[in-house]
């Protein structure tokens, strides 16, 4: 989250796996694999799909899944007898999208003491449950991964989402969760909370000196997190870079990555030295911070679309003009970071019952500050799949990977607004939405 994504509270300025090699999802084995039935195939047909890689448009595509992965994808493939077929008609197919800067377990309200009133008034079973529902919308609205940047205060409710949801108790997007996250003590959520109470709940595991950061990272891990967050700044910078290198170090031991949420040059050139593996916003980098991303390799997660969407509601004066200045920074950010060939991912960064499920705003705005379309999708797909580590398993309609497919009606190369009306989705090979199905 950032100050702005919650409206109010703190507003002290601007303002990600992979692959836990246990924990993880992919789990799902499928009633088909039962002795004697032969494999049940699905084939998909439709009137085009979209190559992300290419760019290119496939007519008269078909796809056909066994065992939620796709084993063939192309134009006019033969269908096997006694396939299950899925005539999309004239839609268009893409892969299921992806969203790098997810916070399922955030609704917070326009209070501008919404944070901390989230905190006091419910209880972790009820965020968890709150989770569960934000998963279906964002599942139903196109997104079949999502990675998950931190709990916001309902510890590690996001690892029990996870896990149901990959056990088919609850419907929603593959996920990847950081946990509880890492903040310095005081520079997190939430804000001006009296200080006789000692044991107030916080949004992030406040730490203080490498030792306590490097327990942190070790409880976290342990409790299953597929990926770390730290926050690098908070309108001034905060975790030092002794305070950030032991939680890389455990992190990458470990085989999961580091994702700071960092916004000034400052942050992002500490963060970076610390060795993370993604900048997060970013919202107010110079060309220095780009060219460091650039030279380290690494994602980064621009989270601009809710500034884009919320510039003309803001309800007062302070968060108004910090939305200006952050949009304003963002053509030229976008620009820089392209002409410097910075790897850029999709998150929408969403904390609000309203945000989640809208997800495709995030794609929309990159392109509106000038990301060309395709690689706003590819941001979402190919992008975020190598961001999470899984590029063999997500992010493009290939042989091999899982059978996550969306349609759309009209051509998102054209007009990528068409992604917010998704009207099919399915996930290994499971649809879970469709609006081209004959009645
Ligand atoms: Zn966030």
């Known amino acids: 989250m950032t100050p702005a994504t919650v409206r109010g509270g703190g507003f002290m300025s601007p303002s990600r796996a992979m692959f836990s090699s246990l924990a993880l999802g992919f789990l799902f084995m499928t009633a088909s694999a039962q002795q004697n039935a032969p494999p049940k195939i699905i084939a998909i047909r439709a009137s085009r799909m979209l190559d992300v890689r290419n760019g290119s448009i496939v007519h ?10 796709i084993t063939a ?3 006019s493939l033969k269908i096997p007898a006694g396939a299950e077929v899925m005539d999309l008609g004239d839609a268009m197919l893409l892969p299921g999208l992806i969203d790098c800067h997810t916070h399922l377990m955030a609704r917070m309200s326009d209070d501008p003491q919404g944070y901390g009133l989230s ?3 419910k209880s972790q079973a009820f965020r968890a449950l709150e989770g569960a529902a934000d998963a279906r919308v964002t599942l139903r609205a ?3 991964a999502v990675r998950d940047v931190e709990s916001e205060g309902s510890g590690y409710a996001d690892v029990a989402l996870r896990d149901a949801i990959n056990q088919g108790l609850v419907e929603g997007p593959r996920m990847q969760v950081a946990t509880r996250g890492i ?21 992030a595991q406040m730490i203080s000196g490498p030792e306590e950061a490097r327990r942190a990272a070790r409880e976290q891990i342990g409790h299953g997190a597929n990926l770390l967050k730290v926050y690098a700044d908070w309108g001034v910078p905060t975790l030092t870079i002794e305070e950030i290198r032991p939680i890389v170090e455990e992190a990458h031991k470990s085989k999961i990555k580091v994702a700071a949420h960092a916004d000034s040059p400052e942050g992002i050139r500490n963060a970076l030295t ?5 900048i997060e916003h970013g919202h107010q980098a110079d060309r220095g911070s780009f060219e460091l991303i650039k030279q380290k390799n690494i994602f980064w997660v621009p989270t601009i679309g809710y500034y884009f969407y919320a510039v003309d509601t803001a309800k007062s004066p302070q968060p108004h003009k910090h939305m200006e200045e952050t949009l304003q920074r963002a053509r030229p950010n976008i620009s820089t970071a392209r002409e410097l060939g910075v790897k850029i991912a999709n998150g929408f960064d969403p904390a609000s019952a309203d945000e989640h499920g809208k997800n495709a705003r995030e794609i929309i705005a990159m392109s509106k500050l000038g990301l060309p379309p395709i690689e706003a999708i590819r941001a979402a797909t190919t992008n975020a799949a190598e961001l999470m580590g899984w590029q063999d398993k997500i992010g493009s309609i290939e042989a091999g990977k899982f059978a996550d497919i969306i349609a759309v009606s009209g051509d998102p190369i054209a007009d990528v607004g068409e992604l917010e009306h998704v009207k099919f989705v399915m996930k290994g090979g499971v649809a879970v939405r469709n609006e081209f199905a004959k009645h």
């Not at 008269?60 to 992965?69: A, F, G, M, Y």
């Not at 009296?194 to 107030?200: H, R």
């Open 142 to 144: 196109g997104f079949t």
């Open 274 to 278: 610390a060795g993370v593996d993604s």
């Open 119 to 121: 905190l006091l008034t």
């Open 60 to 69: 008269d595509p078909v796809i056909l899944i066994q065992d939620e992965k």
């Open 183 to 203: 903040a310095a003590v005081g520079k997190y959520f939430p804000f001006d909370i009296s200080p006789d109470l000692v044991d107030f709940p916080t949004g």
């Open 73 to 75: 994808a192309g134009p």
